[in-house]
């Protein structure tokens, strides 16, 4: 539970940091003892995570942009006889982003292959304005290929880690964010 809470509080701080990157109009708002003035967010962002280990992060930004709509990816890696990995994207639910700003959150930014993968496809299948990307920890070789393959993203990261072991988890990392937030999976 610690470490889900933990995703979450980092999500709220990625919320408040993406949301001074936005447009506010002033607005007057009347109140029982008088008039008061206060800046309204111009567009809700659509916030997007992949599945599962995303979720605790996604929760985050949902609990400062409580009113933007949600879109989850399913993705994983699956392993090759080679001990090398493709990326499977197995599907997609998000309304439309036409024209939406959207922030994609996944804690970890370790090759970055998924990352650009699931971006790509929604580029495909949507005119995204403009496109966050989040993650707490991300490795120098995710960092690189991400801002290479997806050069229009602002990335807001927590940490940047040197290295990726030989099965591509970074280092020194957190360890598997989606069984630490849930529990192993089979």
Not at 14 to 25: D, G, L, N, R
Not at 85 to 109: R, T, V, Y
């Amino acid at each position: 539970m610690r470490f889900r809470r933990n995703m979450e509080r980092l999500g709220e701080i990625f919320a408040f940091e993406i949301s001074k990157s936005f447009s506010y109009t002033e607005t007057e708002f009347e109140t029982s003892l008088g008039t008061a003035s206060v800046q309204i967010i111009n567009e809700q962002p659509v916030l997007a995570t992949i599945l599962r280990a995303g979720l605790p992060l996604h929760q985050g930004l949902l609990n400062y942009f409580d009113k933007a709509d949600s879109a989850f990816i399913s993705a994983f890696r699956k392993t090759t006889k080679g001990h090398n990995f493709i990326i499977e994207l197995e599907s997609i639910s998000a309304p439309s982003l036409d024209d939406k700003i959207l922030i994609m959150a996944d804690p970890m930014l370790a090759t970055g292959e998924t990352m650009v993968l699931c971006c790509k496809e929604l580029l495909r299948q949507f005119r995204i304005k403009e496109l966050h990307i989040v993650s707490v920890i991300a490795s120098k070789v995710g960092f690189a290929h991400v801002k290479a393959n997806l050069p229009m993203a602002k990335l807001w990261l927590g940490a940047i880690d040197e290295e990726l072991t030989t099965k591509s988890y970074i280092v020194p990392g957190l360890g598997d964010a989606g069984d630490l937030s849930y529990g192993v999976k089979e």
